[in-house]
């Protein structure tokens, strides 16, 4: 069985304090690691697609890398504006579903 | 562009009533797919459609639960006879296609709770 795992569950950030998300998988033949924002009361905004190993994709003060194992979402001095929920989500082969972790909650503090 | 829509954005009923929730894609997008999304939990995917093929309905939880599209276009997810277990965020997403180089956008969700 495909599974996700993201961690920590909760992380509290000060402003400009740069950390690390964490997420592991065991999804047969990956073809696809996804990660999602998701604010309050929104659906899940897109970020990264990932395809293999040792790639790294950025975007403003965001960066996500994967490995055979697990995926990093690195956030550089992050801003209050970058408080929410973060998924990261497989995909296996062709299927088209996609196994999602429970999420980080992010929050940063000014 | 307009994303995707979903409504209604809130719903509460009372245990034993039906409800239909329903989805817009973004235009253009061959397949849409239905999530829920329980409280502290990952997000689990229900049914999946993809063009005029068959849909797949192997994540639905119970017989209760059933869906339709028309076409490339709305989708409605319909709970029959809900329970409390029903309450959720029902997410719904649509892609270009299925094919695992397009991501997946999803809309604001509906909020079921039952009472």
């Known amino acids: 069985e495909d599974q996700v795992t993201q961690s920590p569950e909760a992380l509290r950030l000060q402003e400009g304090e740069s950390s690390s998300l964490n997420c592991s998988y065991t999804?047969?033949?990956?073809?696809?690691l996804f990660w999602y924002r998701q604010d309050p009361g929104k659906g899940p905004e897109f970020l990264f697609t990932?395809?293999?190993a040792g790639e790294e994709k950025e975007k403003e003060r965001l960066k996500a890398t994967l490995t055979k194992k697990e995926s990093f979402l690195h956030i550089t001095a992050p801003k209050p504006e970058d408080s929410a929920t973060y998924l990261c989500?497989?995909?296996?082969?062709?299927?088209?579903?996609?196994?999602f972790g429970k999420g980080t909650l992010l929050t940063v503090n000014p | 562009g307009a994303g995707v829509s979903q409504s209604p954005s809130n719903k509460v009923t009372e245990k034993g009533k039906d409800v239909e929730l329903r989805c817009d894609p973004i235009?253009?997008?061959?397949?849409l797919y239905w999530y829920r999304q329980r409280l502290g939990q990952g997000l689990e995917f229900l049914i999946y459609?993809?063009?005029?093929?068959?849909?797949?309905k192997s994540g639905l939880p119970s017989d209760r639960f059933s869906a339709e599209r028309t076409g490339e276009s709305v989708s409605t997810l319909t709970i029959q006879r809900t329970q409390q277990e029903d309450s959720a965020v029902y997410l719904c997403?649509?892609?270009?296609?299925?094919?695992?180089?397009?991501?997946?956008?999803f809309g604001p969700g509906t909020r079921l709770t039952v009472l």
């Open positions: 990932l395809y293999s």
């Open positions: 235009s253009g997008h061959t397949a």
């Open positions: 459609f993809q063009g005029n093929s068959a849909p797949d």
């Open positions: 997403a649509s892609s270009l296609d299925a094919t695992s180089l397009n991501e997946q956008f």
């Open positions: 989500a497989g995909r296996r082969g062709s299927n088209y579903k996609l196994t």
């Open positions: 999804v047969s033949g990956l073809r696809g």
